[in-house]
Each structure stands twice: as structure tokens, then as C-alpha cells.
């Protein structure tokens, strides 16, 4: 048995159809996506449009992911604040893309678990953990500070969301972060995602690279209205697409609440902070 997982592809539709080119070459029996296809890139309605394909061709299965709830609140909620409007407007330009198909997107699982014919030996998927699809695992993060997060008689805990490839044991089961196909923080401009193969009685795992077409990508982003449109903030997440490495985390902490209490004008605020790296 062979199972594909890869998670945030965060609207990079180059990255996610190499990605596609090189499962379908490996040949798995399932393929599941672990979340945030969408948002933070120029394309989440290629991406939507392509993975929707793929679920209904060949059976892809979603997981959600905490930017696909994010993204599809905006269709019924308003910033409460002009700092909190200026901050959600990449992920506004996420929901105009999406709206005309946002019916894919909906009623997603949280969770997904598998089997191997004929054995007890549980897989399972999510975008984050069991505390939640925003509370991810990173190779830093300590074995006792996932006490709790992770189910009980599981072989293989497989997850997202950080954007960091990662694998150890604990608690009595393999723990795989498949990192990210459109946007990795782990210094590696490549796409990442997850093999799993049942073989002699146990998972074994195997984390890819796949290259894919960055100039491409690059212009995508500006031609887009990507940057145009997605406000300051998008500047910060190019730069972390560009630099393969966790940014907007060091921005959030000094200046989120600032911006959305109307002290500073989130333009500002990225300038200091641009300036500051």
C-alpha cells in the first residue's frame, strides 16, 4: 500500500502540478492533501479548480486546513477595524478568487485515517494536531509539549501546517510533517511532501524535493494582483516565498495589535519591519 500526503500549497499552481507530476510518476493507491491548498499565493483558484479535478478523477481526498476556514469566513464575516481590513486583504484576494467555486471547498473533514488491508496499524492525517489545525509541529517543538495532541493507537501521525519537514517517534508512533509544496520555511525553495509505503509489516517513509518552475511562480506573483491587491502584508509573504523561510511570525508579534488598535498603519508597520531584517 502507498499513500501520497502533501499539505500547503498555499496558491502556488506551479509548484502544486510538479508536485502532481511527481506522484503520479511514484504511483501511490491514495493521495490526500492535508490542507491550506489556498491562500497566501496568486492562484487559489487554479489551485482549487486543479485539485478538485484531481478528487474527482482519481479520488484525491481533503483535509481542512486552517486557511481554508479562514478564507471562506470572508464570505459572511467584516473587519471590525480599518487595521483589520487592511490585514485580511490577501486573504480577501484568496476569497474573490475562490467565490465562483467556493462550494469545493466546504464541508472538508478535520481528519482523515487509513489502514492497511488486513492490519491494524492505523495512519493518520490532519492539518496540524488533535489541539487544532493552527497548533503545528516543527523538528523544535519537544516531545512532552505534544502530550495530549496526538491520538491513541495510531502507527502513523501524519500533518502540516508549519511548513516544515520533519519526522521523529514518540508516544509509541512515527510523527511526519510533509512540509509544504508551494511555500517551505525550512530553507529549501523546494516543494515537499510525504511518501508512505506498508511494507513488511510496518510504515516506512519517505520525505521528497521536487524543483519546480520559480520564474514562473515569480511573475505569477506579480501579474496576479497578488502584491497589488493583497496589501502590505503581502509584500512580507512573498519575501517568505522568495527566502523559503518563516517571516510574517516576527511581524505579528510586535505590531498585529497595534495595527488593528489603529496606533500604527499597517504600511508602516511593514516598512519598520522590512527595514529591520
Excluded at 182 to 206: A, I, K, L, N
Amino acid at each position: 500500500m502507498k499513500v501520497a500526503v502533501f499539505s500547503d500549497v498555499q496558491g502556488v499552481l506551479p509548484a502544486f502540478e510538479a508536485v502532481i507530476e511527481d506522484i503520479d510518476a511514484w504511483g501511490p493507491d491514495t493521495v490526500i492533501m492535508a490542507g491550506d491548498l489556498i491562500n497566501r499565493g496568486p492562484d487559489s483558484r487554479g489551485c482549487l479548480a486543479l485539485f478538485d479535478r484531481m478528487r474527482r478523477e482519481r479520488g484525491w481526498l481533503p483535509v481542512n486546513g486552517n486557511h481554508e476556514v479562514w478564507v471562506l469566513s470572508c464570505e459572511h464575516t467584516d473587519p471590525e477595524t480599518e487595521g483589520e481590513r487592511e490585514m485580511r486583504r490577501f486573504t480577501d484576494f484568496a476569497w474573490r478568487q475562490v467565490a465562483p467555486i467556493a462550494d469545493r471547498l466546504r464541508d472538508w473533514p478535520d481528519h482523515l485515517c487509513l489502514h492497511p488491508p488486513g492490519a491494524d496499524a492505523w495512519l493518520h492525517v490532519t492539518h496540524g494536531t488533535m489541539a487544532g489545525n493552527r497548533d503545528g509541529i516543527t523538528p523544535k517543538t519537544s516531545d512532552d509539549s505534544l502530550v495530549g495532541k496526538l491520538p491513541e493507537d495510531v502507527s502513523l501521525f501524519v500533518s502540516g501546517h508549519t511548513h516544515r519537514a520533519h519526522q521523529r517517534e514518540t508516544q509509541g508512533m512515527d510523527v511526519v510533517n510533509v512540509g509544504s509544496v508551494g511555500s517551505p520555511f525550512d530553507g529549501d525553495v523546494r516543494s515537499s511532501y510525504g511518501r508512505f509505503t506498508w511494507q513488511g509489516g510496518c510504515w516506512h517513509t519517505e520525505l521528497v524535493r521536487v524543483p519546480y518552475d520559480r520564474v514562473r511562480a515569480e511573475r505569477e506573483f506579480e501579474t496576479s494582483g497578488f502584491l497589488e491587491q493583497g496589501g502590505p502584508l503581502a509584500r512580507i509573504v512573498h519575501l517568505e516565498w522568495k527566502e523559503a523561510r518563516l517571516l510574517i511570525g516576527g511581524w505579528r508579534e510586535p505590531y498585529q495589535e497595534a495595527v488593528r488598535r489603529g496606533e500604527i498603519t499597517l504600511e508602516d508597520s511593514v516598512n519598520r519591519y522590512l527595514a529591520q531584517l
